[in-house]
């Protein structure tokens, strides 16, 4: 082997080896996000244990297409949405949030099958701030699919609004 060959072999060695290790860097980067967004979905869930549970009934069922607002990227997300009405001491109250946390990661069909459980006019339990009771969702926290099948972009509905 020549001392041209074998140089040619040590930088494709090189090359590759640093490849490798500036894979893993990003690797770990793109993890950093993944595990800060879980650690923060988890933390707000303590601030829903004093939620009280009550029935409401299904007023609409669809799923909404989001697009993501970034610039580089497109990606289109599929959502259930289900607005709802509920009662409390004597005053009716409407609300849309499905979750407090929600980590959607549905394609539109999946997120229609998520959807025929949920009837217009058929009771559904609402949890509510006792504090607030404009304040509601169907579930504290939800992962879609049920399946967890890893897949599609993250979205985080973590913020109730004020109506």
Same mark, same amino acid.
């Given at each position: 082997?020549?001392?041209?060959?074998?140089?040619?072999?040590?930088?494709? @060695?090189?090359?590759?080896?640093?490849?490798?290790? =500036? $894979?893993? %860097?990003?690797?770990?980067?793109?993890? +950093?996000? !993944?595990?800060a967004f879980k650690e923060y979905a988890d933390e707000s869930?303590?601030?829903?244990?004093?939620?009280?549970?009550?029935?409401?009934?299904?007023?609409?069922?669809?799923?909404?297409?989001?697009?993501?607002?970034?610039?580089?990227?497109?990606?289109?997300?599929?959502?259930?949405?289900?607005?709802?009405?509920?009662?409390?001491? @004597?005053?009716?109250?409407?609300?849309?949030?499905? =979750? $407090?946390? %929600?980590?959607?990661?549905?394609?539109? +069909?999946? !997120?229609?099958?998520?959807?025929?459980?949920?009837?217009?006019?058929?009771?559904?339990?609402?949890?509510?701030?006792?504090?607030?009771?404009?304040?509601?969702?169907?579930?504290?926290?939800?992962?879609?699919?049920?399946?967890?099948?890893?897949?599609?972009?993250?979205?985080?509905?973590?913020?109730?609004k004020d109506k």
């Open positions: 082997m020549s001392i041209e060959e074998l140089a040619a072999v040590f930088g494709i @060695g090189i090359f590759l080896l640093v490849s490798v290790f =500036a $894979l893993r %860097l990003m690797a770990n980067f793109l993890k +950093k996000p !993944a595990k869930l303590n601030n829903y244990k004093h939620w009280q549970r009550t029935t409401g009934f299904i007023q609409s069922t669809e799923v909404k297409t989001e697009h993501s607002p970034s610039n580089t990227i497109s990606i289109t997300s599929y959502k259930p949405h289900i607005e709802y009405t509920y009662e409390i001491d @004597g005053k009716s109250y409407h609300g849309q949030q499905l =979750a $407090l946390v %929600l980590i959607n990661q549905s394609t539109h +069909k999946e !997120a229609e099958e998520f959807l025929q459980q949920y009837q217009v006019g058929k009771p559904v339990i609402i949890y509510y701030d006792p504090d607030a009771p404009h304040a509601s969702s169907i579930f504290i926290k939800l992962s879609i699919p049920l399946n967890k099948q890893k897949r599609g972009p993250l979205y985080f509905d973590g913020v109730l």
